[in-house]
């Protein structure tokens, strides 16, 4: 153990050294390539580079390698602001043919070192090349970094489900940066052959496996997509059409918000798609477990006869195999495998009977103070004003589960108390008591900034579990003011409530006021989650 632990601190020295090195040599040469005909290790047989080999990751490659022995391979990109903007990855295990994927360049000209070991760890040489990056396109948003504080926020780049465009809304283009406001990621789909007019709605996240995933609403799929822009797999579903938002459960399986085909409203069902065989193994019709006809909410973009649920996320609870549910113009819902309603996270202002005949005024829950004690004020209960200890939800998105099973939603505030006096959204925690039926608010984040972070639609927010921080993510924060629209990434300490990042993203055009609709940390790497 003792031998290992001089190890590991050797190769950390070492990485130390010559990131140090290299920005050494980057500014003596003025970022000129290091030359390709440098001394290599004897055992490279082969090496050859092939920039952006899908045709739609501009700021990716791949390397095809050989070598006449067995050996371990570590990539290093190096930052161009410094150290901390390094892309590193060692690869598992060793061999003696690789195909690598090379991610997180910067356009036009980056010096790409490769690293290697033999089984027990021990250097065997390096090798440097130089590797071409893309142009960012001019969809591109610019990104301000408007706080930093490198050891008080989560490790990791920012997987941005981007909106924004130069001027022709379709396809939409994920795009990801780092922690300096660099672009180091992107995927432009307008030349592709089924993917030409993506249109992900809530976006894209990463599987189990480290791929991709992400619902198309334009050819009626969920597709897996590596990191170099290749199609893996996609799954359709026949009698539905996608939208907002796909989640992978544990078991692998898709559960799919969605719209059922010639029916009379939209995006009121769910569905699960068995992952291994595609079949839509369960359904549920949210006009049977909760109330069509109620209106105390409504959509100012589509007529409520129509939309009147408008499910726009999806979450997964492992203790119970229930699935929570956002409806945009309801409230959030808690339903079982045979859609049946557990409880509802909203204002209890005339609720009435299911289309299964369940009285949903019991699976309303009791709002408790700080102190644990019942708020009994019926204004408050039914959302007319506030409780100092204690705010509803209003036009929420993006529920998520913390792990002991807080729920943590984004607040959006759209006509907050039934009104538009006061405007601003939130991250917000609660505990919910499913056995008592009690709801308890735990934290909350995003009152305290007003109209600068307030966003009435979209929006995302996550939780940090090693960090215990929570991103506040409004998507649309600015949206219809004089100085145009905006996105922030707002990541904040739940203990002390500082801000450890905060980032600004402004897009040439945000289509529809909207910058993003989610954004999520990730490592370039899908080996390094």
Known sequence: ????????????????????????????????????????????????????????????????????????????VPGRSNEMADVRHLFDGTAQDFTIPVLGLYPNSNNVTLLFYDDTGASLGQITREVMGGMIISDMPTVGIDAFVSSGMKPGMNLVSYFGHDGQFRPMKPM?????????????????????????????????????????????RIIEMDMLGRIVNSWEFPGFEFHHNVIEKPNGNFVVTATKLDAPTVEDYIIEIDRSSGDIIRTWDLNQSLEYGRRVWISPFVPPDIDWFHGNGLAYDPTDDTIIVSGRTQGTVKLTNSNDVVWIVAPHRDWGQAGNGVDLNTKLLQPLDASGQAITDPDVLEGFTNHPDFEWSWYQHAPKLMPDGTLL????????????????????AYRID???????????????????????????????????????????????????????????????RNVVFEATLVAPTAQFGITFHRVERVPLYPEDL
């Open 176 to 220: 990801i940066f780092d922690a300096r406001g660099d672009v180091r990621w992107f995927l432009d789909f307008t030349t592709h052959p089924t993917l030409n007019d993506l249109f992900y709605d809530n976006g894209v996240e990463r599987l189990a496996n480290g791929n991709l995933f992400f619902g198309d609403q334009s050819s009626e």
């Open 409 to 428: 939603i984004f607040d959006n505030g759209d006509q907050r108390n039934y009104s538009t006096d006061v405007l601003y959204s939130r991250a917000v």
């Open 1 to 76: 153990m003792h031998n290992t632990r001089i190890f590991y601190a050797f190769r950390r020295f070492t990485w130390l050294y010559l990131s140090l090195t290299f920005a050494v040599l980057l500014a003596g040469c003025d970022n000129n390539p290091v030359d390709s005909e440098d001394e290599e290790p004897d055992f490279i047989s082969s090496l050859t580079i092939t920039p952006n080999p899908s045709g739609y990751a501009p700021l990716t490659a791949e390397i095809q390698l050989s070598t006449s022995r067995a050996v371990q391979v570590e990539i290093l």
């Open 434 to 496: 499913p056995v008592n039926m009690t709801i308890q608010q735990t934290w909350q984040y995003g009152k305290e900034r007003g109209i600068e972070t307030y966003s009435q639609i979209v929006s995302d927010v996550d939780y940090h579990e090693a960090e215990n921080n929570i991103v506040f993510m409004p998507g649309a924060a600015g949206r219809g003011q004089m100085d145009g629209a905006y996105g922030k990434v707002v990541e904040v300490d739940m203990m002390s």
